[in-house]
């Protein structure tokens, strides 16, 4: 390596990343994923410098702003590969331009907050609420929520859809015929909810998982591993989805992530079910 080349700072790093946003898409996807690359390298780098307690705290520091560029770089991707900025800015594919992204779309992302407390982003978009990422709508406790709903109906009366919160995007998937209440799923993904409408005030309440799939526990050389037990319904032998976890609460998160990705109409209505290793 030639010894002239100076070491990049943190300052030009972020140069760097907000120059890949003025790429054109096809570029800025492998260029942003060898920039990934690079920060690791260096927070790996900055982690093995740790050699005093100057040194300690500036590796601590190199890896902080490193992981922030991360985050980042991830939060972006999400914006554009999964399509949701709380307005739905990109809405559809495809898409020719990155929108303009301000302070404070950084600053009132509940994305990228998510993002920062190291939650994997969903690969669809969340419901919204008045504009904004909806995340413990479905990821939440299952109580009654209190909201502004009102009912989409075709030329002939019968209830297509609702509005719920300002966001339109909400389906009816079953009209119970008392002209109250609903059973609606944000489009057509995700878990199903209980839809009361009121002329004074509606409730919304996420309905209990109908499905069950299991989770093996398996122990090998003191070493403990999860698989996902993946049937369709009769469709098929079961799969084995292998879940990169070493804890029970972690091979939940990651097998409900797994669903979400692959069948995110089932996402938010399975429960798991711990199968242990036979004695």
């Not at 809405?91 to 992204?101: A, D, G, H, K, L």
């Not at 057509?188 to 499905?211: D, E």
């Not at 999860?226 to 469709?235: A, N, P, T, V």
Request: hydrophobic share 40%; with cysteine.
């Amino acid at each position: 390596m030639d010894q002239d080349v100076q070491t990049l700072d943190a300052e030009e790093l972020m140069g760097f990343f907000e120059r890949i946003d003025r790429l054109p898409p096809e570029d800025a996807a492998w260029v942003g994923r060898l920039f990934d690359e690079c920060v690791r390298a260096r927070t790996h780098e900055a982690e093995l410098m740790d050699g005093g307690d100057g040194a300690a705290g500036a590796s601590v520091s190199e890896a902080q702003l490193a992981q922030v560029v991360l985050d980042a770089a991830e939060w972006l991707r999400t914006l554009w590969n999964v399509g949701y900025m709380g307005s739905g800015s990109l809405p559809s594919r495809p898409r020719t331009e990155f929108p303009i992204v301000e302070m404070e779309d950084v600053l009132k992302s509940s994305l990228f907050a998510r993002i920062r407390e190291g939650k994997r982003p969903l690969p669809f978009p969340p419901p919204t609420r008045n504009g904004l990422p909806w995340h413990d709508l479905i990821e939440g406790a299952p109580e009654s929520h209190v909201v502004n709903a009102e009912m989409i109906r075709d030329e002939n009366g019968a209830t297509i859809g609702a509005i719920i919160e300002g966001c339109v995007d909400w389906l009816v998937v079953k009209d119970v015929g008392d002209g109250v209440g609903y059973v609606v799923q944000y489009r057509g993904k995700g878990p199903l909810f209980a839809l009361s409408v009121n002329p004074f005030f509606s409730t919304l309440q996420r309905v209990p998982p109908q499905w069950e799939r299991q989770i093996r526990v398996q122990e090998r050389a003191g070493v403990r591993s999860y698989l996902l037990i993946w049937s369709s319904e009769g469709k098929g032998p079961a799969r084995e989805i292998p879940l990169p976890a070493a804890t029970w609460e972690r091979a939940k998160s990651e097998a409900a992530y797994w669903v979400a990705k692959n069948h995110p109409e089932m996402y938010g209505q399975i429960r798991f079910e711990q199968q242990l290793p036979a004695q």
